[in-house]
């Protein structure tokens, strides 16, 4: 086994380690090993977090953008010089292939850079006044205290793209990682000692009591802001819970993502798209594709294609050359999506690759194509989670666009067509946050990643990100002549 770097066990308040007084164990999904044990936190230090992130703020706040644009810059900078140490961590306790972590690394960073820069850019307005004596003006300011409660599929980016706005916009965090991957969160909170952040700014609670923690974060009247990437049931309950102290929310909620192929798409860059889009991270993106809907004139083409393609994904532990699906994260995940492919077989879908847990046993799950899927099918409605790509074949668009919007989800969205007219179409009518027309991949720091619907409230990155992270204060100076 290679030596894992940065590893932190203790949770990380107000600049410094805290052990608590239980533990829980980090596994290896590829294996089940224990990778380290770490600090199991509850309610009252979780409160300690709050107090500390809440003495920060003032004097954070008080910092030029450029100041905290310094810091934040050089934290991306370490994170970098660290992507491979950071990489095999992730892969060790979140199980995606090694380069697709450090590719998580960098996309990682990227918030933080462009954060970094972005802050000097939150800019007020002056109103022209439509009352003589009287002056008008807008001004930016920091929310305050801000609680992120990050998944586990991204244990770095999904903390950057919500802790890069805040420090930026000069709020103080704190941050819940999900217990399945502290380790990221804790190496990040190293890292950004030596970047400079300063004690009580970024705040690591560890913990397997989330439901407990969360109430806290939520109840607390001096944490302003929420931010949280999960389920859409959890999401609904921390909505609730933050009615009673009217905090601002960002919700990054469960997707159910369309991948529409036209006849007239051009079939190798819609099988390329659909492999990026549905494999990526094993199949453990709130944005990848759940349902393909392909035209019934590239149809048989099309599956061809992909189930040949697919049948040739390597599996295995992320750490292994070549290897591009790991092993999904744990055995829930395992049982769902070994629920959901079953119940498609039964109910008349048919396996053209896949279909049944890999022969390499554990947490790992044969990278699937599903064809003759209905839209009544468990699969075709909930978020499969899982490298498993099922497929119902369609005849015009607006039977695709009806389709892809039956839903109560609109996270993201493909499809694939060559002709501009129906892309236009397309991109306007499709019920969802973000649309990917003939790419498969489309997240990025610059862009505002988000949901309508039962997808959640907010978007992260791009200026939208910050503005999360800012309240719009309004000036009204009179006697002015
Ligand atoms: C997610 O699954 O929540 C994030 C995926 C991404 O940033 O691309």
């Given at each position: 086994m290679t030596t894992l770097n940065l590893v932190e066990t203790e949770a990380f308040i107000d600049g410094l380690w805290v052990q608590g007084d239980k533990t829980f164990d980090v596994l290896n999904p590829a294996d089940g090993t224990v990778i380290a044990k770490v600090a199991d936190l509850g309610e009252a230090e979780t409160t300690l977090a709050i107090d500390a992130a809440h003495r920060a703020f003032p004097a954070w706040a008080a910092r030029t953008a450029k100041e905290r644009g310094a810091i934040l810059r050089k934290w991306s900078d370490l994170m970098l010089a660290h992507a491979d140490d950071l990489a095999r961590l992730m892969t060790a306790e979140q199980g995606k292939p090694l380069a697709e972590a450090k590719g998580e690394v960098v996309y990682g960073a990227a918030f933080i850079d462009w954060f970094a820069e972005e802050a000097k850019r939150a800019y007020g307005h002056t109103i022209p006044t439509p009352m003589p004596g009287k002056r008008l003006a807008s001004i930016k300011q920091p929310i305050g205290v801000c609680a992120a409660i990050a998944p586990w599929n991204f244990p770095i980016a999904m903390i950057t793209r919500k802790v890069g706005p805040a420090l930026a916009a000069g709020c103080t965090v704190?941050?819940?990682?999900?217990?399945?991957?502290?380790?990221?969160?804790?190496?990040?909170?190293?890292?950004?000692?030596?970047?400079?952040?300063?004690?009580?700014?970024?705040?690591?609670?560890?913990?397997?009591?989330?439901?407990?923690?969360?109430?806290?974060?939520?109840?607390?009247?001096?944490?302003?802001?929420?931010?949280?990437?999960?389920?859409?049931?959890?999401?609904?309950?921390?909505?609730?819970?933050?009615?009673?102290?009217?905090?601002?929310?960002?919700?990054?909620?469960?997707?159910n993502a369309p991948f529409i192929v036209f006849d007239d798409a051009d079939l190798e860059a819609a099988v390329d798209g659909a492999i990026a889009s549905k494999y990526r991270n094993t199949g453990q993106t709130c944005v990848c594709a759940n349902r393909l809907l392909v035209q019934s004139g590239i149809h048989d083409a099309f599956v061809a294609r992909l189930a040949e393609k697919v049948a040739a994904l390597r599996v295995g532990p992320g750490t292994e050359q070549g290897v591009q699906i790991g092993p999904l994260i744990n055995d829930k995940a395992l049982c769902k999506v070994d629920r959901l492919v079953t119940d498609a077989i039964r109910d008349g879908a048919k396996v053209l690759t896949g279909g049944d847990a890999h022969g390499l046993g554990g947490l790992f799950y044969q990278p699937t194509v599903l064809v003759d899927a209905r839209p009544d099918m468990a699969l075709f409605q909930e978020e499969i989670f899982g490298p498993v790509a099922p497929i119902v074949k369609f005849e015009t668009e607006a039977e695709a666009i009806e389709l892809a919007n039956a839903t109560p989800f609109g996270l993201a969205a493909y499809f694939y067509s060559r002709d501009v007219g129906r892309c236009w179409?397309?991109?306007?009518?499709?019920?969802?946050?973000?649309?990917?027309?003939?790419?498969?991949?489309?997240?990025?720091?610059?862009?505002?990643?988000?949901?309508?619907?039962?997808?959640?409230?907010?978007?992260?990155?791009?200026?939208?990100?910050?503005?999360?992270?800012?309240?719009?204060?309004?000036?009204?100076?009179?006697?002015?002549?």
């Open positions: 704190v941050v819940k990682p999900a217990a399945e991957t502290p380790l990221c969160a804790l190496a990040m909170a190293r890292l950004a000692i030596e970047a400079g952040v300063p004690s009580g700014v970024l705040n690591v609670v560890t913990t397997t009591n989330s439901s407990a923690v969360g109430k806290v974060l939520c109840d607390d009247g001096r944490v302003r802001k929420l931010s949280f990437t999960g389920s859409t049931p959890i999401g609904k309950v921390l909505y609730e819970q933050c009615a009673g102290t009217m905090k601002k929310l960002s919700l990054e909620l469960g997707g179409r397309l991109a306007e009518k499709i019920e969802a946050g973000m649309v990917g027309i003939n790419e498969g991949l489309i997240s990025t720091e610059v862009a505002p990643f988000g949901g309508v619907k039962e997808s959640g409230l907010g978007r992260e990155g791009a200026s939208e990100g910050l503005e999360e992270y800012l309240e719009t204060k309004y000036l009204c100076f009179g006697g002015v002549g």
